[in-house]
């Protein structure tokens, strides 16, 4: 069938594939591949494993710098966790990778009893978290921080940029304790090299103040809550960014105190709106007895579609746009 | 253990194979004992099992493993990884007899606040490598164990015992492809056929065999013996050890066993996974477990 010249062309699966970069953005390509090597050097514990994706979950590039550290375990997630496990017990630091809706889902059982429940220093490290790809919910984790939040130990950090995965990875490596780190991978935007930012584990931080809307993000969710911010201006409206990219343990203190006045809270996240970022900061808010309504931005609670990622971003609600139309509704 | 060199801790291998046939047997007895004094302490448990196996955990705790009994966390130890957590009554019985907890220390066994829980967990128990229990995660542990350990320079090995019924799992197959892919001479793997699970017969719940054909396929040497002859274990396990020094294969040795071995009235009773045992009866196993021991010494 010869497609009609009349016909708008149409996003293709295949765009952004490899990153979801905006056209002309500023980008390091590979972040988690070179500060897991730059980590190694320092430290001979390091060693790399992947089931069947060190190309892409960008592992290749330790696999390159470090050969006899890197141990390839073929395409069963099971071993790859369970055997990341066995080489913690003999004192190794492993960082293992895979997709994220292998690690949350297939292998769930063996990162919850071999690496969290004897609190192994086993760091995860999951790509295409959430809605970073077109291939649908067999590729797309929209439910990973869900499924992980519960399992005791475990901590979890969804990084806005390549800034947030530098500084991520050598602090993962010394902390004790397993991690899961949801990956950004490919050519990755650096946006926090802007702001007065580093990123500290377990911390959130107040990325820009404003007097009327404060946006709680993870994420590349966070990339997308500074430029609303910029839009807003356009409307006068004035707002605030605090970036939470540790979701466990989760920063409620800080985080506490950006919601206690009368401005719009509205948290953003690259994940569905259950059991993520939304539902922590609402747990920490009833916790707290804070009597505040918080507005969730995020993906809803179904198996989304199949496309091209700006179409569905669009779609979905994770849009620039969609999210400054979101923010002005609820201003009224 | 009688043979155990307290300097190098290593067991020897010195003495006539008679001698270290006789040395395992013994173990396995007093094994047996301590199995069926903590059964009765619960009433009903994994009694059957530890029967069954308590000549493979003696085989390996008095001529294979090397460790430090008052060091359960000697860095230079072998491995020896429990998998079916549930067999941890049978490994209680046997670190016990091997010195790594007290003989007085089982009759906590499952009981609250207990070192030694129903199902093996290693935050629990000194000697305990691993949480074994969620079924087919042993040997995955065990190939990263011996990769760890083999990529730091050490001669440690690795041992994952796990059960006919376990290779129900995907996931030990996907290890067992690992182990083949990188070579891992250090690690061997037992497997004890019972041919029992929870639900019944091993060949009605998923049929497994044939099981010694599907190891040699995956590429482990594989040797398949009568896991209740101490005689049989200590050469395959001999000979296990020979080849972890040579070549770059892993092992496994798969262990035909009997539910209840030593117990006449075990061994003939209806097969069950979780065996009750009447009060007046624990007494009765008792003795004709001594019995067929004297038969078998005397003999």
Known sequence: MTPTTTAKAKLKTSAMIASFADPGQKTASAPFGHALARAAESDQRIVGLTADLGKYTDMHIFAQAFPERFFQMGMAEQLLLGAAAGMAETGLIPFASTYSVFAARRAYDFLCLDIAEPNLNVNIVGGLPGLTTGYGPSHQATEDMAIFRGMPNLTIVDPCDSVDIEQAVPQLAASEGPSYLRLLRGNVPTVLDEYDYTFELGKAKVLRRGRDVVLVSSGLMTMRALQAAKALEAHKVDVAVVHTPTIKPFDSATVLAELAGDRLAVTLENHSVVGGLFETVASAVVTAGLGKRVVPIGLPDAFLDAGALPTLHERYGLSVPRIVAKVLAELG | ?299
């Open chain 2, 1 to 299: 253990m009688s043979t155990l060199d307290q300097t190098t801790t290593r067991p020897s291998a010195s003495g006539t194979f008679a001698d270290r046939r006789r040395t395992i047997t013994e173990a396995a007895y007093r094994i047996r004992h301590h199995a069926l004094n903590m059964g009765a302490v619960q009433g009903q448990g994994y009694v059957g099992q530890a029967l069954g196996a308590a000549d493979i955990f003696a085989t390996v705790y008095a001529s294979q493993l090397s460790f430090r009994a008052d060091q359960p966390d000697w860095e230079g130890r072998d491995r020896f990884l429990l998998s079916t957590g549930h067999y941890a009554i049978g490994h209680y019985a046997a670190l016990a007899e091997a010195g790594i907890i007290p003989v007085d220390e089982l009759e906590s066994y499952g009981s609250d606040d207990s070192r030694l829980p129903m199902s093996g967990m290693s935050t629990y128990t000194p000697g305990m490598e691993i949480s074994g229990g969620s079924l087919g995660h042993g040997l995955s542990i065990a190939v990263g164990m011996a990769l760890g350990l083999r990529h730091q320079g050490s001669n440690a090995r690795v041992f994952n015992f796990l059960s006919d019924g376990e290779l129900d799992e995907g996931s030990t197959w996907e290890a067992a492809m690992g182990g083949h892919h990188h070579q891992l001479g250090n690690l061997t793997a037992m497997v004890d056929i019972n041919a029992l699970q929870a639900d019944g017969k091993t060949e009605t719940v998923l049929r497994t065999e044939p099981v010694a054909e599907k190891w040699t396929a995956f590429g482990w040497y594989c040797q398949r013996i009568d896991g209740n002859d101490a005689g049989a274990l200590l050469e395959a396990f001999d000979n296990a050890a020979a080849r972890a020094a040579s070549h770059g294969q892993p092992s496994v040795i798969l262990c035909d066993t009997k539910v209840g071995r030593g117990v006449s009235l075990l061994e003939n009773r209806e097969k069950a996974h979780f065996m009750r045992i009447e009060e007046h009866e624990w007494q009765l196993c008792r003795e004709q477990l001594a019995a067929g021991y004297e038969g078998t010494a005397s003999a």
